[in-house]
């Protein structure tokens, strides 16, 4: 017979993985944010790992029963930039959460306020992370070619992209939030030149609100989202070595290989299928443009639920116009998934004098408290 205690932390245990695996999901998937509620109760339990911190709370519904409440509070480096710490909050401290509910019947909501009984608000963070350095020209090398990178002793990387989703361009605004998700599905079309089949995909995606997004499974960033997501990326020129790296906040710190000792780009049946594809580049004047086959189909290259094949083929331009700008532009290419090349684009924002932080994750992460 199993002890009431030992119960107890059983069920804790399965109910904390169970909202961890849930957190993961686009939050247009896990929570209903056309709704409001309010809970209230004493914390019981901090997480602080990124991508998402949360509190926990005991809640006496109006039966008298006690639930524990997951509160999604935001990602711990927004929350330490805007200078919160989890010791903001002590454990048994009561707390009024205002939020958007789970979809169906989690108890877990995603937090628009926090409070404490002094009326002290919690948990807020500016409306913009990301400082912009002053203006000024791109950083050189020594022989006039361009620095993706920061200049020698300073540091920086590349964040806040203007656009959360991959579109054809065409200079038409699609409506859609931050997770890809369209406003009206009838726009669809103007997204991509999608075929019947991926077209079909697509909408499937978007209907079911991105719930198999490969992200939600700490899956790589494969494609061009690798240049959207919130942690931002840099670029490390080894140019001894012909090479670039593309280092990533999110997404595990992956990395990406940009091959530019001149070396052809491979035929696609020799090359081994990646997240990330095989790349080479070439500078075209003050544009680096890369070439790259070779990406499995495990991944969405964009949010949203963009569909692609092995057959994928992208060329993408690299353009820092300035200082605190870079132009980014992918001509897409892929006939099993679309009926002609298309292409997209947006620009990313200089984040001065910091270095990527540490963002793992994680389906299963524990508290960094002890």
């Known amino acids: 017979m199993i002890s009431s205690s030992r119960a107890i932390s059983t069920a804790l245990f399965v109910a904390l993985a169970a909202v961890t695996l849930v957190a993961q999901r686009p939050?247009?998937?896990?929570?209903?944010?056309?709704?409001?509620?309010?809970?209230?109760?004493?914390?019981?339990?901090?997480?602080?790992?990124?991508?998402?911190a949360f509190l926990f709370l005991d809640v006496r519904d109006t039966t008298g029963v006690v639930r524990t409440w997951a509160v999604e509070i935001g990602d711990p480096l927004d929350l330490e930039a805007g200078g919160w710490k989890p010791t903001a909050v002590r454990l048994g401290d009561i707390v009024t959460v205002e939020g958007a509910p789970a979809?169906?019947?989690?108890?877990?909501?995603?937090?628009?306020?926090?409070?404490?009984?002094?009326?002290?608000?919690?948990?807020?963070?500016?409306?913009?992370?990301?400082?912009?350095?002053?203006?000024?020209?791109?950083?050189?090398?020594?022989?006039?070619?361009?620095r993706l990178g920061p200049a020698p002793g300073a540091k920086g990387y590349w964040g806040a992209p203007s656009a959360r989703a991959l579109v054809e361009s065409g200079g038409?605004?699609?409506?859609?939030?931050?997770?890809?998700?369209?406003?009206?599905?009838?726009?669809?079309?103007?997204?991509?030149?999608?075929?019947?089949?991926?077209?079909?995909?697509?909408?499937?995606r978007q209907r079911t609100r991105l719930k198999d997004d490969p992200l939600g499974r700490c899956?790589?960033?494969?494609?061009?989202?690798?240049?959207?997501?919130?942690?931002?990326?840099?670029?490390?020129?080894?140019?001894d070595l012909g090479r670039i790296l593309v280092l990533h906040g999110g997404g595990d710190r992956n990395w990406r290989i940009i091959y530019t000792d001149g070396r052809p780009q491979e035929e696609?049946?020799?090359?081994?299928?990646?997240?990330?594809?095989?790349?080479?580049?070439?500078?075209?004047?003050?544009?680096?443009?890369?070439?790259?086959?070779?990406?499995n189909e495990r991944f969405w290259m964009s949010a949203g639920g963009l569909p692609h094949t092995e057959a994928l083929h992208l060329v993408e331009r690299f353009t820092r116009t300035d200082l605190n700008t870079l132009k980014y532009?992918?001509?897409v290419e892929d006939p099993r998934t679309y009926t002609r090349p298309w292409t997209g684009g947006w620009t990313v924002q200089w984040v001065p004098d910091r270095d990527l932080e540490e963002s793992f994750c994680e389906e299963d992460v524990e508290s960094t408290l002890r």
Do not use: C
Request: proline share 8%.
């Open 27 to 52: 939050h247009s998937n896990t929570y209903d944010e056309t709704r409001r509620i309010t809970v209230q109760g004493p914390v019981t339990r901090i997480e602080w790992a990124a991508p998402h």
């Open 103 to 146: 979809r169906g019947d989690a108890p877990q909501v995603l937090a628009n306020a926090v409070t404490l009984r002094t009326g002290k608000r919690l948990f807020t963070t500016p409306a913009v992370r990301h400082v912009t350095a002053a203006a000024a020209p791109a950083p050189r090398w020594p022989d006039g070619q361009i």
């Open 172 to 204: 038409i605004r699609i409506a859609m939030n931050d997770d890809g998700l369209l406003e009206n599905l009838s726009d669809a079309d103007r997204v991509a030149p999608f075929q019947p089949w991926s077209r079909a995909l697509y909408l499937y």
């Open 219 to 239: 899956m790589p960033p494969g494609g061009p989202r690798q240049f959207q997501m919130a942690n931002g990326f840099q670029f490390v020129e080894q140019r």
């Open 268 to 295: 696609p049946a020799e090359v081994v299928q990646s997240y990330y594809g095989h790349s080479v580049g070439h500078r075209d004047g003050d544009t680096l443009v890369v070439d790259s086959i070779g990406f």
């Open 329 to 331: 532009e992918v001509r």
